[in-house]
């Protein structure tokens, strides 16, 4: 039986490392964006740009950060960073209108040790990017964003 299902087709993007997290935001056009969704708690670490597949999946049951962790894993995949979500909703807009889309790639713990991710949504048509904390389960609404490793 599979662990998890694949949403829809591959799809590829260029990730532009010679902008910054700032810039790529900006580049969205969101109307709602985390205050703490910084360069800082979120630091690029590639160079030039940079040619990747993503697989939009999700789990027909509601599933805890660690089995999405561990089953994305055993079926080859690595978790998405929070430039390549960025990238993927550039180049396809229309993609996150239908369901939420987190990146368990990029977390930043914060001082007090709640570990939180990026997550993309449209509520009411507004295009937002928050955070949220990876300790939380995810229902069969949510999706993320993989790489083929």
């Known amino acids: 039986m599979k662990k998890f299902m694949v949403d829809s087709s591959e799809y590829p993007i260029v990730v532009d490392y ?3 997290l700032e810039e790529m935001i900006k580049a969205d056009n969101y109307k709602d964006v985390d205050g703490d969704i910084t360069e800082e708690h979120f630091p690029l670490k590639g160079i030039g740009r940079q040619e990747v597949i993503i697989t939009i999946i999700y789990f027909e049951h509601g599933v805890t950060s660690e089995k999405v962790f561990t089953e994305t894993e055993k079926a080859g995949f690595r978790l998405s960073k929070i430039e390549e979500l960025l990238a993927l909703v550039e180049k396809y807009p229309e993609i996150h209108r239908k ?16 570990r939180w991710m990026p997550f993309l949504a449209c509520f009411y048509g507004k295009h937002i990017l928050r955070l949220r904390l990876i300790t939380c389960n995810w229902h069969k609404n949510w999706r993320f964003a993989v790489v083929r490793k």
């Open 99 to 114: 369901f939420l889309i987190g990146v368990l790639g990029s977390v930043w713990e914060d001082g007090i040790g709640n």
């Open 18 to 20: 010679s902008r910054s």
